[in-house]
């Protein structure tokens, strides 16, 4: 297991060896702008697998998908709601994912038999610096086991996992609080699926955290 401890002098140099790890079917425990996470890339089938099993994740409960850009969205999914593009107009990058219909072939793990795939551009913070650097989609899910309260700093990813995960990027204690808000764009409207950071998300008012 390595450990980088990230600094502005260093920031470029551990972003690309995260991509390597990631590219190599490693897992990246990374810095959000909520809590700490762990990063597969979105298509390897064998390195999705072992992160449900680090997490003891229940495999109907789906894995979320960070990205770096908008036009990534359709490797995910090739059905976009016009009250979904609004939403990602108005609330992205930031702590909203939103839940869309999956495209076609894409991992079960990410979509856990729904169809569905969760994914969001993240906010300031070193995953969206990952994320924008990378070119491909990888997960985000929260950096513990299931059942566990998620680490806040890479300490507590360090006790939950040891050398179970490849590599973990220490950019020191994250902001914590609420998980990003989980949304759906349905024929009835919008639907909150999860509260989180942004308390009241809407399709059509000023955007408000």
Do not use: C
């Amino acid at each position: 297991m390595e450990y980088l401890r990230l600094s502005r002098n260093k920031e470029e140099e551990i972003i690309e060896r995260a991509i390597e790890v990631m590219l190599a079917g490693g897992v990246v425990a990374f810095p959000t702008e909520t809590f700490y996470g762990l990063g597969v890339h979105y298509d390897n089938r064998e390195a999705l697998a072992r992160l449900y099993e680090l997490k003891r994740r229940p495999f109907e409960k789906a894995i979320p998908v960070i990205i770096g850009k908008r036009e990534q969205v359709e490797l995910l999914s090739g059905d976009v709601p016009e009250g979904a593009e609004g939403l990602m107009d108005k609330y992205w990058p930031g702590p909203l994912t939103i839940v869309l219909h999956a495209r076609e072939g894409l991992q079960e793990f990410l979509t856990a038999g729904s169809g569905k795939v969760a994914v969001r551009i993240p906010g300031e913070s070193f995953a969206l610096r990952l994320a924008e650097r990378a070119g491909f989609p990888f997960t985000a899910t929260s950096a513990n086991p299931s059942g566990v309260p998620p680490a806040q700093e890479a300490v507590e990813v360090l006790k939950y996992f040891g050398e179970g995960i490849e590599l973990i990027v220490d950019g020191g204690a994250t902001p914590g609080g609420m998980p990003s808000t989980i949304v759906e764009v349905t024929q009835k409207g919008l639907i909150i699926l999860r509260k989180g950071v942004i308390r009241s998300p809407s399709l059509n008012a000023p955007m408000t955290q």
